[in-house]
């Protein structure tokens, strides 16, 4: 039980600190509304703890025995990002007000976890630190991915009450510009840790 304390502590931590899901968490719930954007939440709060139990399970072996796979992953996700910070900051400011533009479907944030570099990172670094040779691999992998689904909705439900809340104050055009291009660049920051990685893999 003091493991799973432990891991609970872990995974509130690294879910309610800024990256690219609460970034657009953030976004969504300010151009779209709480209601809009609740697909785009549960694919969030369900999709995390499926990918942290898949690469619990062994799924992190793949990319073992074929690094370029993840590399070309990364690669990706990061030029999606990048496009996605481009979408948030040039959205137009009546995009809050209603348009042809839509939040992340269910299934599109639960992908998402899969080009998200701060999801691998927090995926592989818990099942790292609370997974033991000598332990039961599925009851550990179990009480990570249990961590993981019970702090996602209320982490992760923080930011889009923010959003939605923000949703009011940001009645001017001038100020949604602004919130959306900060939005924007905050999104591209969150990519700065895997580019630096990229890089370093790069040079050797």
Same mark, same amino acid.
């Given at each position: 039980?003091?493991?799973?304390?432990?891991? #609970?502590?872990?995974?509130?931590?690294? %879910?309610?600190?800024?990256?690219?899901?609460?970034?657009?968490?953030?976004?969504?719930?300010?151009?779209?509304?709480?209601?809009?954007? /609740?697909?785009?939440?549960?694919?969030?709060?369900? =999709?995390?703890?499926?990918?942290?139990?898949?690469?619990?399970?062994?799924?992190?072996?793949?990319?073992?025995?074929?690094?370029?796979?993840?590399?070309?992953?990364?690669?990706?996700?990061?030029?999606?990002? #990048?496009?996605?910070?481009?979408?948030?900051?040039?959205?137009?400011?009546?995009?809050?007000?209603?348009?042809?533009?839509?939040?992340?479907?269910?299934?599109?944030?639960?992908?998402? !976890?899969?080009?998200?570099?701060?999801?691998?990172?927090?995926?592989?670094?818990?099942?790292?630190?609370?997974?033991?040779?000598?332990?039961?691999?599925?009851?550990?992998? %179990? &009480?990570?991915?249990?961590?993981?689904?019970?702090?996602?909705?209320?982490?992760?439900?923080?930011? /889009?009450?923010?959003?939605?809340?923000?949703?009011?104050?940001?009645? !001017?055009?001038?100020? &949604?510009?602004?919130?959306?291009?900060?939005?924007?660049? /905050?999104?591209?920051?969150?990519? =700065?840790?895997?580019?630096?990685? /990229?890089?370093?893999?790069?040079?050797?």
């Amino acid at each position: 039980m003091d493991v799973f304390f432990a891991v #609970l502590f872990f995974a509130f931590s690294t %879910t309610i600190t800024p990256g690219p899901n609460n970034i657009m968490m953030l976004s969504s719930g300010v151009n779209y509304g709480v209601k809009a954007s /609740l697909p785009h939440f549960f694919g969030i709060c369900f =999709g995390f703890p499926l990918m942290v139990l898949l690469v619990g399970l062994g799924f992190g072996v793949v990319f073992e025995r074929f690094p370029q796979l993840h590399l070309w992953i990364k690669i990706i996700g990061v030029l999606y990002l #990048l496009w996605l910070a481009w979408k948030i900051g040039s959205s137009t400011p009546s995009s809050i007000e209603g348009s042809d533009a839509k939040p992340f479907s269910f299934l599109q944030a639960a992908l998402f !976890q899969w080009v998200n570099g701060k999801a691998w990172i927090m995926a592989s670094g818990a099942v790292a630190a609370f997974t033991t040779v000598s332990g039961n691999a599925w009851w550990d992998v %179990t &009480q990570i991915t249990t961590a993981f689904l019970l702090v996602s909705f209320p982490c992760v439900g923080v930011w /889009l009450t923010c959003g939605a809340l923000l949703r009011s104050v940001l009645n !001017q055009p001038l100020y &949604q510009r602004v919130f959306n291009w900060a939005m924007a660049l /905050l999104l591209v920051v969150s990519v =700065g840790p895997v580019l630096a990685e /990229l890089y370093a893999q790069w040079m050797l």
